[in-house]
Each structure stands twice: as structure tokens, then as C-alpha cells.
């Protein structure tokens, strides 16, 4: 589905495949737990943090599942992991408080997460996301590359020009009597991504005996 796509419909069928596609790729992929941290991260996470009003914050044990959730929707790096897990919990609920309470200015909700070691601008919008979805939607590489056509710069300057783009196709969903928050929109750009890979997937694991053996190529040019 391209950014572009004005019809609320096409959008929410995207959206509405989201969890089809978490579990298809929990299976393909043999990302076994990703179905639980998904389900932690969109509907568990968010009711803990309100519970915690006024004063919202994570705890450290949240903030590494929470990474946990990304890393494994996404690309695999331990040693993130690894930094987020050794955080001081009290470290963490300090940032996450002041974060919270900088919303809903991005700019110093993101520096003041990205203080924590093993924190950058996509972990923090994770972070935000589940705290504030209406406000500021996941830096995710999928919707990046849909919405900005690049997911190669992780900088906060990126990530506002991101937020903004998905916050105004939000509000342009949302005309028609639709409800879209900047989180909807980042799932669904995700779950169309995902569901296009899917879609070449039987392509890219073709049976090795019916795949052209181009060593055997090189030889015959030989």
C-alpha cells in the first residue's frame, strides 16, 4: 500500500490483518514468543502506564520487554537488549516520568528517554507509542521506508519529520468519519510491508532442486 493511498478502507484492512501478520511471522520466521510481546506491548503495557497516572512511568523490567518486542518484530540485537536490561530501575522510571510529561512535545519526550543507555529515537517512540498512540507512532523501518522513503537515519530530526507525516495522515484518515491515531497508521504500513513479503515469500523459499544452480552456470561458461 503506498503512503499516498487516500482510502480509509484500504487502510483498515492493513490494519485490521495486523495480528495475522505478527503470527505469520512468529511462525515463518520461528519467533515464537513474538505473539505474547506483541500482545504485552499494544494491550498490556498501555493499561499499566495509565494505571499510573498522574505521574505515569516504565519500569525497567517493562522497558526491556518492550525491547524485547522490537528487536524481535524487527532486527535481532542483543547487545540493546543487554543495555536496557543492566539500566537502573530507578534511572528509568525517572527519564519515562519526565518523558511523559514533555509530551506532547516529541523533541523533548524522545531526549529525554534517549538519556538511558541502549535507548535511541526508535526504542523511545516505541515507548511513546504505547503511552500516547494519538500523539507519537513507532519508528518502525517498515513505515519509515513508506512514509520518508528512507529507514536508514535513526536521528531525532527524522523521527519528528516521521511522527509529523504519520500524525497528518492520521488527521486526513480520520476526515471521514474513520478513526486513525499515528499508531494505526504505523501497523498498518507495517502490516502491508509484511504482508507483501509474504506474498514473495514462496518465491524466495523455493525448493533448492527446482532453483537454477548458478554454480553449475559458471561452469558451463567455463
Known sequence: M???CSEAS???EALSAYA???HSLSVNK?????????????????????????????TRRELSDLMQWKLTRGKWR?????????????????ASQKA???????????????????VGPATASALLAAFAPHIAPFMSDEAMEAALGNSKDYSLKQYLKFAEKLQMKAKELSSGGESFTPSDVERALWSSAMGQKQLSAP???QDP????????????KN
Open 20 to 22: 495475522s501478520r505478527i
Open 203 to 205: 518465491q524466495e523459499n
Open 30 to 58: 520461528k519467533k515464537g514468543n513474538l505473539v505474547a510481546l506483541d500482545e504485552f506491548y499494544r494491550n498490556e503495557l498501555p493499561s499499566l502506564l495509565q494505571g499510573r497516572n498522574p505521574s505515569p512511568f516504565v
Open 209 to 220: 532442486k527446482t532453483k537454477p544452480n548458478k554454480s553449475s552456470k559458471r561452469k558451463r
Open 10 to 12: 484500504a487502510w483498515k
Open 100 to 118: 511523559f510529561q514533555n509530551l506532547p512535545d516529541l523533541s523533548k519526550a524522545v531526549s529525554a528517554l534517549t538519556l538511558l543507555k541502549g
Open 78 to 94: 542483543p547487545r540493546l537488549l543487554n543495555l536496557v536490561s543492566s539500566l537502573d530501575d530507578a534511572l528509568v522510571s525517572s
Open 2 to 4: 503506498e503512503f499516498a
